[in-house]
């Protein structure tokens, strides 16, 4: 690859918009205010695999108890009241604990229920790792366990003068009124009392945080910050600006936070997701103020969020957002949702976590965390863009194509053989067409190197590039290009289907027996690392959508193309097929296997539609859908591309935007 020329190196750089996007209607949310008291929940998943549940809690002055996130089978966009309880002092998982000290069970769907002999409680932790634990410190300072299906709890060991409870997902922290520090593993064992082990931090202990793991943030009465080891049970200092903190907390893969007197908010640590800011390394050593939040008065983390109480009141949440626990924006548009106007666009390209928009006139354009359009800076004169490993993929009208990496902050040109005229790209490899028909596939290298808790591709660099094997006359005829994780495929003037096995070394074109007469192909849907036959539809000049099976033949990481067969009935009348949405000849929308999305009539006619999947085997997936309508409204539907995470702290909302 060789550099692009010297506009496209200052890519990256967002243009103002000409013409301002509509963001969502305001009007009927409103800031979360009138809060004493935040928490956050743990939530441990040993599997992982990108998963970043969160859940988070707020107490307001009158005693009523918020929640929003992932609760139960239940996801909670924006906080919703507790009902049928009062005078709320801490609330957990699935309990709550009033300032009269009694502890209340919250039901899925029943009214919390006051749970009997459960008197004088001064506060509550809930361990939800190897098992269902409550954990209970009475007045007088004993604690207590009552396990899930007990009826009466437990006394646990002989603590009598316990002043604090501090609890992981599986273990407790205990602190005594002389500032001496207990530690009750529950990783792996039961929780035993027995098994206690004293944190000896030089100096009576003041207050700690802790994340889910039992790693944990320890300040003294005299200051001093210590940071506790849990598996080899071992403390080090602090930084000594940690010295300031006011209220401390730890957030997944050793994220360290801590607010000021002044109120400002500062951390230090592992920079998970990017929560200490973007421009910041992967491991930060010292403390760095965190964006230019004011007057914050506590803070608590989630594995992967957190949120800042403000001393008017108001909270402000940041990171990631997967199960709603950002409280600002639906998690998913389960309905036509219109997000504004963008005029003059060619194509919707949705591969890149967030849709991009190709105009008429060559520009590329995306839309930010306010839903406000920008022009990105360095593409010009674009026919088509597509993205691979992470990085966008142009082709313009000089038949050049240009790699844009890094956000498209770095941009270089293929070395090519001759213009191109078409390219789609696959999971690690790109096909071009070239002006005289000829297919190449091109191999694309490169490194995973991880990103603020992420491994993300880095280091692309062009490998082998080979001719596909096809009859130059069946190549004469492809009308158009498509590709998805496992195979590249065309359809011809005549309405045929052709695949090719991406990862062979010559991919060789053949035909989709007994398919003809096919207009366009939607091949975006599918399930990573899985046997199941991939999915591709076929819609037809006259309006019936078949769905294509391909059988994987798999062994370690080799696989190919076992069986093709066209599968059940044909879907007739539809006008657009992307992936499994369809709209209607008659106007009606919906999505194919996905209830959430009801089957309701479009307000306006469809000009473009776009769609991106990703689904594997285990772990989270997620999907959506882009479309541009004839009178040029920009409309969302499947999981929110703009609140997937948001690295801006802002402000948590009550109430759902339409």
């Not at 060789?2 to 305001?26: I, R």
């Not at 990017?274 to 010292?286: I, S």
């Not at 306006?604 to 882009?626: F, M, N, Q």
């Amino acid at each position: 690859m060789k550099a692009c020329g010297e506009d496209e190196q200052k890519a990256g750089q967002k243009k103002p918009a000409a013409n301002s996007l509509a963001s969502l209607d305001e009007a009927s949310a409103s800031p979360l205010s009138g809060i004493r008291k935040i928490a956050t929940g743990v939530i441990f998943d040993e599997a992982g695999y990108g998963w970043r549940p969160g859940i988070s809690y707020a107490i307001d002055q009158a005693g009523n108890a918020w929640r929003w996130g992932v609760q139960a089978g239940q996801w909670l966009d924006f906080p919703q009241k507790l009902a049928g309880i009062e005078n709320v002092k801490e609330v957990t998982w699935g309990y709550a604990l009033t300032n009269a000290g009694e502890v209340w069970r919250l039901g899925e769907q029943a009214q919390p229920e006051k749970i009997a002999g459960l008197d004088h409680i001064r506060s509550i932790r809930e361990l939800i790792g190897n098992e269902e634990i409550l954990a209970l410190l009475k007045d007088d300072g004993t604690v207590w366990t009552l396990k899930q299906g007990e009826r009466q709890p437990r006394r646990l060991g002989s603590f009598a003068k316990v002043s604090a409870l501090y609890g992981s997902a599986f273990s407790l922290f205990l602190q005594e009124e002389s500032g001496k520090l207990f530690y009750l593993d529950g990783k792996r064992q039961e929780l035993k009392a027995e098994l206690t082990h004293v944190v000896d931090v030089p100096g009576a202990v003041k207050q700690i945080a802790l994340d889910y793991s039992d790693r944990a943030m320890i300040q003294t009465a005299n200051d001093e910050v210590y940071l506790f080891n849990a598996k080899e049970k071992t403390w080090t200092r602090a930084p000594r600006e940690a010295e300031e903190a006011v209220k401390m907390a730890v957030g997944g893969d050793g994220l360290y936070l801590f607010s000021k007197k002044d109120g400002t908010l500062w951390g230090w640590g592992h920079n998970t997701l990017g929560m200490l800011g973007e421009q910041y390394p992967d491991r930060v050593e010292l403390p760095v103020r965190i964006a230019d939040l004011t007057d914050i008065v506590d803070v608590q983390a989630g594995t992967d969020h957190i949120l800042a109480l403000q001393k008017s009141g108001h909270v402000f949440s940041w990171g990631s957002n997967m199960t709603g626990q950002l409280g600002r924006m639906p998690r998913l548009f389960t309905e036509w949702t219109e997000i504004g106007e963008l005029k003059d666009v060619r194509q919707i390209a949705t591969g890149l976590g967030q849709p991009y928009f190709v105009r008429k006139d060559g520009t590329v354009w995306g839309i930010d965390e306010q839903r406000q359009p920008y022009q990105v800076a360095g593409p010009k004169n674009v026919q088509t863009i597509d993205s691979v490993l992470n990085a966008a993929v142009t082709l313009d009208t000089a038949g050049h194509v240009q790699l844009w990496t890094d956000q498209f902050g770095t941009c270089q040109t293929l070395a090519l053989p001759g213009t191109v005229k078409d390219v789609v790209a696959g999971e690690e490899r790109l096909l071009l067409r070239l002006a005289d028909d000829g297919l190449f596939a091109v191999e694309l290298r490169h490194e995973l190197v991880e990103k603020n808790g992420v491994y993300v591709p880095a280091n692309i660099t062009v490998g082998e590039m080979e001719a596909a094997q096809i009859d130059p006359a069946v190549a004469a005829r492809i009308a158009k290009l498509y590709a998805n994780a496992y195979l590249f495929f065309a359809t011809t003037k005549e309405g045929e289907v052709l695949y090719a096995e991406q990862t062979a070394r010559q991919p060789s074109f053949q035909s989709v027996p007994g398919v003809k007469g096919v207009r366009e192909l939607a091949p975006q849907y599918f399930v990573r690392y899985t046997a199941d036959p991939l999915s591709v539809w076929a819609l037809s000049d006259a309006g019936a959508v078949r769905e294509l099976q391909f059988q994987l033949d798999r062994h370690k990481d080799e696989w190919n193309i076992a069986q093709v067969s066209v599968a059940g009935e044909a879907e007739e009348g539809i006008a657009f097929a992307s992936g499994r949405l369809r709209i209607t000849k008659d106007g009606q929308l919906y999505e194919k296997d996905w209830s959430p999305l009801v089957k309701k009539q479009i307000p306006r006619p469809v000009r473009l539609v776009a769609s991106t999947y990703d689904y594997a085997i285990e772990g989270p997936g997620s999907h959506y859908h882009v479309i541009v309508t004839e009178d040029d409204k920009v409309v969302v539907l499947g999981y929110n591309p703009f609140e997937k995470s948001s690295l801006q702290p802002q402000l948590v909302q009550t109430k759902a935007k339409p």
